[in-house]
């Protein structure tokens, strides 16, 4: 790609990927991959084509490949939270949960009480059996007001960490 002012190279960057990106909006990321990896052919520092091929990576279960894809959009933008939160998402799917919690901490010094990186945590650190670590980043998350589901969530992994959940009934 030739080089462009800051503003304009980036705004070419996600015209760039429009398409894919409405394929995966679709559902349909058997199709998007492959056009995602062609705009990255063309311009491989795009790195919101890094970004939405983990995207579409991890949603097929291949996370892997999506954790390369997520590693190459934060190496050519180490602020971009987006990539080290699904970077941190992926290595717990990859259950290197040493690993996803770091990238969980990278994600704070980005943005600190980040909704996102506070619920990886949390998660994160449940699966490593650290409930202290576990509890406190539950605890923060839920102080961010998230969406009703997600917090439903949260409140029964804590009530579940607290050794405060209850046998379900006999149906």
């Not at 990576?57 to 954790?67: N, R, S, V, W």
């Amino acid at each position: 790609m030739e080089e462009q002012p800051d503003e304009a190279r980036d705004a070419a960057r996600w015209q760039a990927i429009e398409e894919p990106l409405e394929l995966l909006r679709e559902e349909r990321a058997d199709e998007a991959i492959p056009m995602l990896r062609a705009t990255l052919e063309r311009d491989p520092g795009n790195v919101y084509g890094h970004y939405f091929l983990g995207t579409a990576l991890a949603g097929e279960g291949k996370h892997g490949p999506a954790l390369a894809a997520f590693l190459e959009a934060e190496s050519r933008a180490p602020g971009y939270l987006g990539a080290v939160v699904a970077k941190g998402w992926c290595l717990h799917e990859l259950e290197r949960f040493a690993d996803a919690a770091r990238a969980g901490l990278r994600a704070l010094e980005i943005r600190p009480e980040d909704p996102d990186a506070l619920y990886l945590l949390g998660v994160t650190y449940a699966e490593a059996g650290d409930r202290r670590q576990a509890i406190a980043h539950l605890e923060r998350f839920l102080a961010t007001r998230p969406a009703v589901e997600a917090r439903h969530d949260a409140e029964a992994l804590l009530t579940a960490l607290r050794g405060q959940a209850r046998p379900l009934e006999p149906v």
